[in-house]
């Protein structure tokens, strides 16, 4: 992923040894020829685990599983974190805290659209701490669906989340591995 490698270099803003900033092409501005290039090469590295449900969490994780279920030709379920009045019954739902925004939300998807036994694909834009990818982990859970593996597009690989998730026996392909932020630096793997 030559494309996410160089957008991060010359875009990515480092706002401190644990916060990357990549708004200016995935989390408020989205690149859609990167966002395509993400779907495909999610489609190449889970080719072979039968994927039936793409789950992400709003909002930044959308781009990236939309382009992905449109590869895959499967449907794309996203956790809210807020209410709404269109999804009020019928929910699962699931707590994740947000390391950079420093909050705890509820997340909800409706039981309508995930099923037991469906191979689901979580996708998201980060992997720091695990907590969205565990969130999204229960959720599934609760449909006794089946968690086929975890794409994530930017994994900073000094935090904790990646072996949390190991450990648990996911298989998790991150597209760019950061190793370190220190000096104001993207380091990666």
């Keep these: 992923m030559n494309l996410l490698l160089e957008k991060i270099k010359n875009e990515g803003r480092v706002l401190s040894e644990n916060v990357l900033k990549v708004d200016s092409f995935i989390n408020h501005q989205i690149d859609p020829k990167l966002m395509y290039e993400v779907g495909i090469e999610f489609a190449r590295r889970f080719k072979n685990k039968q994927i039936t449900k793409i789950l992400t969490i709003e909002s930044s994780g959308i781009a990236p599983a939309v382009f992905l279920g449109l590869e895959l030709d499967v449907p794309v379920i996203f956790a809210r974190k807020r209410k ?79 072996s949390l998730l190991l450990e648990k026996g996911y298989h998790i392909e991150s597209l760019a591995r950061i190793k370190s932020l220190a000096n104001g630096q993207v380091s990666f793997y």
Excluded at 139 to 145: C, D, G, I, K
């Design 84 to 162: 709404s009045i269109t999804l009020n019954d019928n929910l699962l739902v699931s707590k994740v805290h947000s390391f950079t925004k420093q909050e705890t939300n509820d997340v909800t998807i409706s039981k309508d659209y995930i099923f037991e036994n469906d191979n689901v694909l979580i996708v998201d834009d980060f992997l720091a701490n695990g907590q969205a990818a565990l969130g999204l982990i229960n959720l599934a859970e609760q449909a006794n669906a089946n968690v086929v593996g975890i794409g994530i597009i930017i994994e900073k690989s000094f935090q904790e989340g990646r």
